[in-house]
């Protein structure tokens, strides 16, 4: 792993029953870079993420993550030990609280910064309420950016698919991670709230110098902010490199389009 790397993925490998839904991949993603995953319908790569964050063990492999300047394998350690090495991740379906205002749901986040003992925040002692109410102003400050601020005392369940899809990211933001993995952020919107999101993943890389890891049927999206990209079928490896390179790639265009080679 090079000194540029915050996350290095070595010949991942996971089986489910008969199928291989992923077969000895590798990749790297840089410090700050905006990197996209992706593949046909069935490829692997929501399958990859699940092992990046431990969702799924793979049968083999490591993955290698930047922390403190130290390079840590995930593979093997518990979900939630996960996020507070500074990985944090959205999802393919939206996972909200309906019952909860967008506010509470974005400071489900921050469950790992808590310093206050659950006695503490009990018994609402002082302790207890400087935190809450610090992270509550960093919850609001994350909705802030994400232009949804003016939403946040509304119950969630009563929003609109593309706010839902906004307080999933601000509750990502929470955790102040090194690299955020977006599953399909795109799914679901529409072309105005598609390139709205890709203002935001930009503005999430330069103002908080994050990398972003992002899955996402949208070629559009991805060739727009992507710095780089690799490309999967079958869980196996195809190419890797700029926008451009993987567009002109006839491996990539034969797993999408089917063409013959000639």
Same mark, same amino acid.
């Given at each position: 792993?090079?000194?540029?790397? /915050?996350?290095?993925?070595?010949? =991942?490998?996971?089986?489910?029953? *008969?199928?291989?839904?992923?077969?000895?991949?590798?990749?790297?993603?840089?410090?700050?870079?905006?990197?996209?995953?992706?593949?046909?319908?069935?490829?692997?790569?929501?399958?990859?993420?699940?092992? /990046?964050?431990?969702?799924?063990? #793979?049968?083999?492999?490591?993955?290698?993550?930047?922390? $403190?300047?130290?390079?840590?394998?995930? +593979?093997?350690?518990?979900?939630?030990?996960?996020?507070?090495? !500074?990985?944090?991740?959205?999802?393919?379906?939206?996972?909200?609280?309906?019952?909860?205002?967008?506010? &509470?749901?974005?400071?489900? !986040?921050?469950?790992?910064?808590?310093?206050?003992?659950?006695?503490?925040?009990?018994?609402?002692?002082?302790?207890?309420?400087?935190?809450? @109410?610090?992270?509550?102003? @960093?919850?609001?400050?994350?909705?802030?950016?994400? *232009?949804?601020?003016?939403?946040? &005392?509304? =119950?969630?369940?009563?929003? #609109?698919?593309?706010?839902?899809?906004?307080?999933?990211?601000?509750?990502?933001?929470? $955790?102040? #991670?090194?690299?955020?993995?977006? &599953?399909? #952020?795109?799914?679901?919107?529409?072309?105005?709230?598609?390139?709205?999101?890709?203002?935001?993943?930009?503005?999430?890389?330069?103002?908080?110098?994050?990398?972003?890891?992002?899955?996402?049927? &949208?070629?559009?999206?991805?060739?727009?902010?992507?710095?780089?990209?690799?490309?999967?079928?079958? !869980?196996?490896?195809?190419?890797? !490199?700029?926008?451009?390179? +993987?567009?002109?790639?006839?491996?990539?265009?034969?797993?999408?389009?089917?063409?013959?080679?000639?």
């Amino acid at each position: 792993m090079t000194n540029h790397d /915050i996350l290095r993925v070595e010949n =991942l490998s996971i089986r489910f029953g *008969g199928l291989k839904a992923v077969d000895g991949l590798s990749f790297s993603v840089r410090q700050g870079e905006i990197f996209g995953l992706i593949g046909p319908n069935g490829a692997g790569k929501t399958t990859v993420f699940n092992c /990046i964050t431990q969702f799924y063990k #793979p049968d083999q492999g490591a993955v290698w993550f930047n922390t $403190s300047g130290e390079d840590l394998n995930l +593979v093997g350690l518990p979900v939630h030990r996960v996020i507070t090495y !500074g990985l944090a991740r959205t999802f393919q379906n939206v996972e909200v609280i309906r019952e909860l205002s967008v506010i &509470d749901n974005v400071l489900i !986040g921050a469950h790992i910064s808590f310093k206050a003992t659950v006695f503490e925040q009990a018994l609402k002692l002082k302790r207890a309420r400087a935190e809450e @109410k610090a992270l509550r102003v @960093k919850a609001e400050e994350a909705l802030r950016s994400l *232009g949804i601020a003016d939403r946040k &005392d509304l =119950l969630a369940g009563g929003q #609109p698919y593309g706010v839902l899809k906004k307080i999933e990211l601000a509750r990502a933001l929470m $955790s102040d #991670p090194r690299l955020i993995i977006l &599953d399909e #952020p795109a799914a679901g919107l529409t072309e105005t709230e598609t390139d709205n999101l890709a203002a935001i993943i930009r503005s999430i890389r330069e103002e908080r110098r994050c990398a972003i890891l992002l899955v996402e049927h &949208d070629m559009r999206l991805v060739m727009d902010v992507c710095d780089r990209i690799c490309a999967i079928s079958f !869980g196996k490896f195809i190419t890797v !490199g700029t926008p451009e390179e +993987v567009r002109v790639n006839k491996e990539v265009q034969k797993a999408y389009l089917g063409e013959d080679e000639g």
